[in-house]
């Protein structure tokens, strides 16, 4: 039973979060994506998954789409710093509905100093994790996190990107790291074909 306040129902919410996706966070233009690939747009999702409205969106419906696909998980998070809120909105929203459900945030690289982790935050060793992108091109981010979380002993269940590009990520992810990668808007949705 969800504890969550005036949370809309989960169509509802999917639909506002698609209207928030197009309104703040599609940029129109020539630009060089992380993945050193030039196109016509972009999709900053930050300006979404940081914002007062829409971050409790992206824990709602990210959160759903899990739970639909039946993903049994403990913690959320991946590759700083497109994940970090990604991780934080399904965490807030799994604890408004009284589960347990933790974060991590995973390094580009491992520490050279301290404790010398890659996966910072509660222990993942061990446990059911889910590898959360804000939006994905060629799947590069969320399989370095794959790879760094199973160095630390989680057992990785399944990718989850808000925005999939359609330009071979989730192919390349389920390929490599042997996981569903399941995504909540195709660039169809959001009007980017």
Do not use: W
Not at 74 to 85: C, E, K, W
């Amino acid at each position: 039973m969800s504890t969550e306040l005036n949370a809309p129902d989960l169509d509802t919410a999917r639909e506002r979060l698609r209207e928030l996706i197009v309104e703040l966070a599609v940029v129109r233009g020539k630009v060089t994506l992380a993945s050193g690939i030039e196109a016509d747009y972009y999709v900053d999702l930050r300006r979404v998954t940081l914002h007062h409205e829409a971050s409790r969106l992206v824990g709602q419906v990210m959160l759903g789409m899990l739970d639909d696909a039946g993903v049994n998980f403990d913690a959320a998070g991946g590759l700083t710093m497109g994940a970090d809120p990604v991780g934080h909105a399904i965490m807030r929203t799994a604890g408004d509905q009284g589960r347990a459900v933790d974060t991590f945030v995973v390094r580009k690289a491992q520490k050279s100093y301290g404790m010398g982790r890659q996966v910072e935050g509660p222990a993942v060793e061990g446990r059911n994790v889910v590898v959360v992108e804000d939006t994905s091109t060629t799947g590069g981010s969320a399989l370095t996190a794959v790879e760094a979380l199973k160095k630390a002993g989680a057992n990785v269940v399944a990718v989850a990107i808000i925005v999939d590009r359609a330009t071979g990520a989730k192919e390349r992810i389920e390929e490599t790291a042997g996981v569903p990668c399941l995504y909540a808007y195709g660039k169809d949705e959001l009007g980017l074909d």
